[in-house]
């Protein structure tokens, strides 16, 4: 049976070469738009998994971390005299204009807190030490920056609202979903910078329990305590920002058309190649029968083409996989790809291949044993 499956398949090498092809671009398909859709979610939560808070309070209603709204900075000693409270700390977000030496004007999301090593903000540092921005008009940005704002360096100074701020450190991968990119300054010069939205006001508190802390209790006390206000564990407050960017954007709804589109191109030229190899090869499987073969029989001969040609596909397709990875880095984009997506997108590649053999199983099923005699 293997025999005749290896025969029958690899009769035509030009057309068994477009059937891999066929498999192999859509496995590429899929791994590629999957996991840059992963790294695109990735980004859009990569503040809230990197810091040490259990939990964040919120504005009212604030859809995720990006987009954050003000309310007053003494709700957290409300916070921090709750029981189960290791420690507590506002934290600003907010997007600012930072002008630029060439005259332009960029946006750029600023996080500000008075100590960010408590929080492990910012998490990749190239050069500098977030203690230092407490001690003047300083600014941290990520290499991103650099795609945006044109090449920085330390020393150099940009102007935030007519503010000249002095570059004295470097992060790397803090990346938004917007694509934005972020800088680090310390809690009370960015609310001397935007005095009329952040005097005396802060956009999140962000806090850790203590050791035996019951996190439930603790959020359900906060949510007392600051009846108009959110609360979130770490978990539920990545789970809602991902979702928003989900629903918000149609990111989600264009991951699931490519990959239904890369499924339809393999199951396509999976079934149409084994229907062409069928139907020029109809003696061979007249014969099988004719020899007591039953269709269970030509069924294994198709099934065992289909999953030679999903395997050989699937391998070829992971190769470029490695060189979108590379290009896709070079311009601040992250390719995600995981071994269990592989492995899903391995077995959902037999499944589709051997389901894509029923069609050519349907015309051999029907043949006539006695065409081998036929001239």
Known sequence: MVDLALKTLLYDKLRFAITVSGVAFAVALIVVQSGLFRGILENSTITIEKCNADIWVTSKNTPNVDFAHAFPETYVNRVRSIPGIARADNLIVQFMNIN?????????VLYAMENFKKWNLPWNIVEGDPSDLRRGYFIMLDDYAATRFGPFAI?????????????IGRTKDALSFTTTPMGFIDYRLAQELNPDRLRGKTTYIVAKLAPEADAAAVAAEIRRRLPYNDVHTRKSWADQTRNYWVSSTGIGINMLLTVFLGCLVGVVVVAQTLYTAVLDHLKEFATVKAIGGSNGDIYKILLKQAVISAVVGYLVGCLPIFLVRALVTRVHLKLVVTPEMMAIVFIGTVLLCQAASIVSFKKVASTDPALVFRG
């Open 100 to 108: 630029l030496p060439t005259g332009s004007e960029e946006s750029v």
């Open 155 to 167: 020393g150099d100074h940009r102007e935030i609202f007519g503010t000249r701020l002095k570059i």
